[in-house]
């Protein structure tokens, strides 16, 4: 009998490809007879696919059952963590959670995004026809606010989020960012904004330079922005914004390979604050994690923002993430902002078909809900792998 070994094979794809890798591995096993061995911490991932569950915990497998009784009846501490920790659309709505009194305080707070009608277009090569990454978009971000962005990959929000970064040209339409027409801008004009907008990269390792210290990467924008501070000033700021996130004074000596995936996205994030930033923009900040790590990652965030108060762009795929974080959100599909409002409204009453596939889309951490879900989403669109 053939045997199939998958080292997280869904990591950081968006839920209807997911779906669609899914369904393929079930057609699989079940047309060859193929055994599979799956690895991955995506439990919604887990309770879809799996007849069996091995738990590892600091390399040692601590608890072993079938799907269904493992996720029913948890027995060892760290499997119970690891299914609290797995965010649920619905459960903890950020927006929900918000008094009246301050829902209608981010109503009324300061735009500092407003995109009209935002076209950004790639020059097509060797006589191509021009790539229309984003097509008329339309949204705002207040002083404050967490701003949700999802759809799947290429529907363009990475290049929103670049573009409202200034890292990314404008083609159409007007995008204004801190008061700052972004369409035809000048980098001279530009740069004294830079300073107040922060960004979060989806993987950290790649974003820091390998030769320098944790100090030093957090320090870095403090040398361009802030050229009067001395070292032992900015060597005290970065070890009060890394307790901020949680991690010891100390870790600034060391270099970004001795670090964990997850504290390496907690010192990304002080990179992000360290010059007060009023707009955040954090792009799939949490993908690639595994879902304990994830749920102190986004704790972290949620406390950071309600105390210091920016406004954020958040950009993800994982719909139960979004919902946890943003105020508001917004579908994109192919480069189209297709559906928009409060999160409690979007995901618990959609009104696009993209955003209803959207979320059948997602899996949860229990295999029998799973089962019901995964057949609805065949009887309304067919297989995982039919078109979009």
Not at 58 to 66: C, F, I, L, P
Not at 96 to 115: C, K, R, T
Not at 288 to 309: C, I, M, N, P, W
Not at 313 to 328: E, N, P, Q
Request: aromatic fraction near 6%; include cysteine.
């Amino acid at each position: 009998m053939p045997t199939g070994l998958l080292e997280g094979p869904t990591t950081a794809l968006d839920v209807t490809v997911q779906a669609e890798i899914l369904d393929l591995l079930r057609d699989v096993r079940d047309s060859f007879g193929t055994s599979i061995i799956l690895i991955t911490h995506n439990m919604g991932v887990v309770a879809d696919l799996a007849d069996s569950v091995a738990v590892m915990h600091h390399g040692r497998v601590v608890e072993r059952a079938t799907a269904t009784e493992l996720f029913a009846n948890p027995r060892e501490e760290y499997t119970q963590k690891l299914l609290a920790a797995v965010p649920h659309l619905g459960r903890d709505s950020a927006w929900s959670a918000l008094e009246p009194a301050a829902q209608q305080a981010l109503e009324e707070a300061e735009p500092l995004v407003i995109a009209r009608d935002l076209v950004v277009e790639y020059p097509g090569r060797l006589g191509r026809a021009p790539f229309r990454a984003v097509k008329g978009v339309d949204l705002t971000i207040r002083r404050g606010e967490v701003y949700g962005l999802v759809g799947e990959s290429g529907s363009g929000k990475t290049t929103i989020g670049r573009a409202i970064a200034g890292l990314e040209r404008t083609t159409g339409g007007s995008l204004t960012v801190l008061g700052h027409e972004m369409r035809g801008m000048r980098e001279r004009s530009f740069t004294p904004l830079r300073r107040r907008i922060g960004f979060v990269f989806q993987d950290p390792a790649t974003s820091f330079n390998p030769h320098l210290t944790i100090e030093q990467c957090i320090a870095e924008p403090l040398v361009v922005h802030e050229q009067q501070l001395d070292a032992a000033e900015r060597g005290r700021r970065v070890r009060e914004l890394l307790e901020a996130v949680e991690l010891p004074g100390d870790y600034a000596r060391r270099y970004p390979h001795e670090l964990s995936g997850g504290q390496r996205q907690r010192v990304s994030l002080a990179r992000a604050l360290v010059l007060g930033p009023e707009l955040l923009v954090a792009d799939e900040p949490t993908s690639a994690l595994d879902v304990s790590v994830q749920a102190t990652v986004l704790a972290l965030f949620r406390e950071l923002q309600q105390r210091l108060g920016f406004a954020a762009l958040f950009i993800s795929h994982d719909l139960a993430v979004v919902d946890s974080l943003a105020h508001r959100i917004g579908v994109l599909y192919r480069g189209e902002l297709v559906e928009e409002g409060h999160g409690s409204d979007v995901l618990q009453r959609p009104q696009h078909p993209y955003t209803r596939r959207l979320i059948a889309s997602l899996p949860v951490p229990d295999p029998a809900e799973q089962a019901r879900r995964r057949e609805a989403y065949a009887q309304e669109w067919g297989s995982g792998r039919a078109e979009s």
